[in-house]
């Protein structure tokens, strides 16, 4: 028989854990509504209907929930096909990867790159793993390295894959997403990528490009900068880039001259 101060204390305690609950699950709530409320803000419907598909697959943050083989892979399943006809068709030996996050897109790299057939390695860097998930982390074929992605050091460590891995590189910036870490990125690519290498810049569709209209320069301002000074380094996969309509990447798929 527990004594009536010890029957006291208890009750206290579950109704002190039952508003801590009540407390968060209305803290959820109050999030979801914010949400709902900066989507409908930020929608500004047009024409075009892929463009709204755009808008809607980003506000509803649905390549937030995308997952590749139980791992997060923030992507547009439109861009992973893509990608996937991309690595089929370039047999690259390397596929570099700024922003690893989770893993999912560097195990969706590795899974597809396994397929066809030929010695590879993925690249995949990050300035902090700690989200990096188990599954990705154990797949031998990628290499996972925590540091930013514009040190020398990196630069270094892919001109010695591209020795020990002979052939064609895919890269895909997907990282810290202001215009001038983009552009320092495709800075430190500049002399490790040749003539047929495939570059590709994620989420240049910030700043209005259609999502997120006032989020201020990004990639797609990164490219531009970029090729106005190196008017002559890419050449843009137009029919890729428009093939299914829409991207997370718009202005971003470049084939290295
Ligand atoms: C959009 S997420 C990457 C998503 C992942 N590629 C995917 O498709 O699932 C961006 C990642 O970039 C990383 N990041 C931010 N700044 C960075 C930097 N300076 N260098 C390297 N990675 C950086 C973040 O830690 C984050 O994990």
Redesign the pocket.
């Given at each position: 028989m527990l004594a009536a101060t010890e029957v006291d204390r208890n009750t206290k305690r579950r109704t002190a854990a039952a508003s801590a609950g009540s407390l968060r699950s209305r803290a959820a709530g109050a999030k979801k509504l914010v949400k709902a409320a900066l989507a409908l803000y930020l929608y500004q419907p047009t024409e075009s209907e892929s463009e709204e598909y755009h808008k809607w697959y980003f506000n509803t943050l649905v390549w937030k929930k995308t997952t590749w083989m139980g791992v997060?892979?923030?992507?547009s399943t439109a861009d992973m096909w893509n990608y996937q006809e991309i690595l089929f068709e370039l047999k690259p030996s390397l596929v570099i990867?700024?922003?690893?996050?989770?893993g999912?897109?560097a195990l969706f790299y590795a899974t597809i790159m396994r397929q066809v057939g030929q010695p590879f390695k993925v690249f995949s860097?990050?300035?902090?793993h700690k989200?990096l998930e188990r599954a990705a982390r154990r797949d031998s074929d990628i290499l996972f390295v925590e540091?930013?992605?514009?040190v020398p050091a990196i630069g270094e460590h892919i001109e010695h894959l591209r020795s020990e891995f002979p052939g064609k590189i895919f890269a895909i910036l997907?990282?810290?997403?202001s215009m001038n870490?983009v552009l320092a990125e495709m800075k430190l690519l500049r002399p490790l990528l040749c003539a047929g290498d495939y570059l590709i810049v994620e989420?240049s569709c910030l700043n209005g490009h259609p999502v997120l209209p006032g989020w201020g320069p990004g990639p797609y301002e990164a490219i531009e900068a970029y090729e106005h000074e190196f008017p002559q380094d890419y050449t843009h996969d137009v029919a890729r880039e428009n093939k299914f309509g829409w991207t997370f990447a718009p202005n971003g798929f470049l084939i290295r001259n």
């Open positions: 997060p892979c923030w992507k990867e700024f922003g690893t996050a989770h999912g897109s860097v990050d300035i902090n989200r540091s930013s992605s514009t997907d990282s810290d997403h870490h989420d």
